[in-house]
């Protein structure tokens, strides 16, 4: 089984593809000057003028000076990556995206075509824009989760939070700018190296949240496809599916967490091999190499010959055996379903009811009591009672019940229905799991 692997925020390096659109070559030209069109109308610049002028911006100025073109340029990179290897017959059995890599993995699975993937990316752009006011950012901490919570826990910011986790070396932090400072000076005392990263936005943090509802808004009326290709979200701990509601899952990315670690990890015991970075440099390869050692991991556009990086990704992305491509339905049934603890996924938008085991359908309802109620999501235990210990009365508590009934399309309410029978959250969870059993 073959992964492909699509960067997000920091997947911007000077030159990449450059070769190839000043030879003119079709596809890379076709994809910028398409994205392009987009761009310009809805912000105003393109992406192509900057990244390919003879001596193009460094990361670090490019942030500074237009982070709306390294977002553009890092989503376009990797589609015109992925066509350059379609045209030479590769294909990877399941996408992987990482934060705004979501979109491009996607988008090259055929969920979008590209020129409405980019209207979202520039709708994103533009709300985040107009609602971010946190002057936010994220910090990389040298160790693993566990340790990247207790910094967290000690600063006790209520807007400073576990935002990514990488792998056991690698988590980042994402908040106010004076919690990240904070973050960073407790970080040099305990021995841990940390590096702001080029970003724009406090991401996966819930700073964003009415930036979160503006997007899902927006984007709502874009057509959406069914895949071609399996999507594993380490957002949502699962695969994506026809039936989701792709503009309220790609607006939750904005305040919820990214689990890549546990995402590499499972797609790997389920079989998967060969890993192939769909975009510049190698930040994804590097992470899975560290994760999953002897695995092989291709960055095609991490050296200086893109061609020859690109002949790599293909024969890397076949079957070694020389067999058929993995059937999608195969990919999707070796991979469990694992929503981390802190992910609160979304139910598909369908009028038929959703199938899901308990531990998803407890996630979805806890995140949903917890933005109602704005309560940390670790009080909705099974056993905790909703009036007593909460203070959710009948009335709120009516109110929540009808929101998870058109969550989940549970229907009419049941005659003879009394909110005082589920006292506590486990009950509420039972009286779901009864309602959408098959």
Same mark, same amino acid.
């Given at each position: 089984?073959?992964?492909?692997?699509?960067?997000?925020?920091?997947?911007?390096?000077?030159?990449?593809?450059?070769?190839?659109?000043?030879?003119?070559?079709?596809?890379?030209?076709?994809?910028?000057?398409?994205?392009?069109?987009?761009?310009?109308?809805?912000?105003?610049?393109?992406?192509? +003028? =900057?990244?390919? !002028?003879?001596?193009? *911006?460094?990361?670090?100025? %490019? @942030? /500074?000076? #237009?982070?709306?073109? &390294?977002?553009?340029?890092?989503?376009?990179?990797?589609?015109?990556?992925?066509?350059?290897?379609?045209?030479?017959?590769?294909?990877?059995?399941?996408?992987?995206?990482?934060?705004?890599?979501?979109?491009?993995?996607?988008?090259?699975?055929?969920?979008?075509?590209?020129?409405?993937?980019?209207?979202?990316?520039?709708?994103?752009?533009?709300?985040?824009?107009?609602?971010?006011?946190?002057?936010?950012?994220?910090?990389?901490?040298?160790?693993?989760?566990?340790?990247?919570?207790?910094?967290?826990?000690?600063?006790?910011?209520?807007?400073?939070?576990?935002?990514?986790?990488?792998?056991?070396?690698?988590?980042?932090?994402?908040?106010?700018?004076?919690?990240?400072?904070?973050?960073?000076?407790?970080?040099?005392?305990?021995?841990?190296? +940390? =590096?702001?990263? !080029?970003?724009?936005? *406090?991401?996966?943090?819930? %700073? @964003? /949240?009415? #930036?979160?509802?503006? &997007?899902?808004?927006?984007?709502?009326?874009?057509?959406?496809?069914?895949?071609?290709?399996?999507?594993?979200?380490?957002?949502?701990?699962?695969?994506?599916?026809?039936?989701?509601?792709?503009?309220?899952?790609?607006?939750?990315?904005?305040?919820?967490?990214?689990?890549?670690?546990?995402?590499?990890?499972?797609?790997?015991?389920?079989?998967?091999?060969?890993?192939?970075?769909?975009?510049?440099?190698?930040?994804?390869?590097?992470?899975?190499?560290?994760?999953?050692?002897?695995?092989?991991?291709?960055?095609?556009?991490?050296?200086?010959?893109?061609?020859?990086?690109?002949?790599?990704?293909?024969?890397?992305?076949?079957?070694?055996?020389?067999?058929?491509?993995?059937?999608?339905?195969?990919?999707?049934?070796?991979?469990?379903?694992?929503?981390?603890?802190?992910?609160?996924?979304?139910?598909?938008?369908?009028?038929?009811?959703?199938?899901?085991?308990?531990?998803?359908?407890?996630?979805?309802?806890?995140?949903?009591?917890?933005?109602?109620?704005?309560?940390?999501?670790?009080?909705?235990?099974?056993?905790?009672?909703?009036?007593?210990?909460?203070?959710?009365?009948?009335?709120?508590?009516?109110?929540?019940?009808?929101?998870?009934?058109?969550?989940?399309?549970?229907?009419?309410?049941?005659?003879?229905?009394?909110?005082?029978?589920?006292?506590?959250?486990?009950?509420?969870?039972?009286?779901?799991?009864?309602?959408?059993?098959?």
């Amino acid at each position: 089984m073959s992964v492909a692997l699509f960067p997000g925020q920091g997947a911007y390096r000077p030159g990449t593809l450059a070769g190839l659109w000043e030879r003119g070559d079709d596809t890379v030209r076709d994809t910028y000057e398409e994205v392009d069109a987009v761009a310009k109308e809805k912000l105003g610049r393109n992406v192509s +003028s =900057t990244v390919f !002028r003879p001596s193009p *911006p460094s990361p670090a100025t %490019l @942030l /500074a000076s #237009a982070p709306d073109t &390294l977002q553009l340029a890092v989503f376009t990179t990797s589609v015109a990556t992925h066509r350059l290897l379609a045209e030479r017959g590769a294909q990877a059995s399941v996408h992987l995206g990482h934060s705004l890599g979501e979109l491009a993995a996607l988008t090259c699975a055929g969920a979008y075509d590209l020129a409405d993937a980019a209207a979202v990316l520039c709708e994103r752009i533009s709300v985040l824009r107009e609602y971010d006011t946190s002057g936010g950012a994220m910090l990389a901490l040298g160790c693993g989760r566990e340790r990247a919570e207790r910094v967290v826990a000690l600063i006790d910011h209520p807007d400073l939070v576990l935002a990514v986790d990488n792998s056991a070396g690698q988590a980042v932090v994402s908040g106010p700018a004076d919690a990240i400072a904070t973050a960073a000076g407790i970080a040099a005392q305990l021995g841990i190296t +940390s =590096t702001q990263l !080029r970003s724009p936005h *406090p991401f996966h943090n819930p %700073l @964003l /949240a009415e #930036a979160r509802r503006q &997007l899902a808004a927006r984007i709502a009326p874009l057509r959406t496809r069914p895949l071609t290709v399996p999507v594993y979200s380490p957002i949502l701990g699962r695969f994506y599916r026809d039936g989701d509601d792709l503009a309220e899952l790609l607006a939750l990315h904005l305040v919820t967490p990214v689990d890549f670690r546990t995402s590499v990890t499972a797609l790997h015991a389920a079989g998967a091999r060969e890993f192939v970075e769909i975009g510049a440099g190698r930040v994804l390869t590097a992470l899975v190499t560290e994760a999953l050692p002897g695995v092989h991991a291709v960055a095609p556009l991490a050296g200086r010959d893109d061609e020859a990086g690109l002949a790599q990704a293909a024969e890397a992305l076949r079957d070694p055996l020389g067999g058929d491509a993995v059937p999608a339905a195969a990919v999707q049934a070796a991979v469990p379903v694992a929503v981390p603890a802190a992910v609160p996924a979304v139910a598909p938008a369908q009028s038929a009811p959703v199938q899901m085991d308990r531990d998803e359908l407890t996630a979805q309802v806890r995140a949903l009591y917890a933005e109602a109620m704005e309560y940390p999501d670790e009080v909705f235990t099974d056993d905790v009672l909703l009036e007593a210990d909460l203070g959710i009365d009948s009335v709120k508590q009516t109110e929540l019940l009808s929101r998870l009934g058109d969550r989940f399309g549970l229907g009419v309410p049941p005659s003879g229905l009394r909110v005082a029978d589920y006292d506590t959250f486990g009950k509420v969870v039972d009286f779901v799991a009864a309602g959408i059993a098959p």
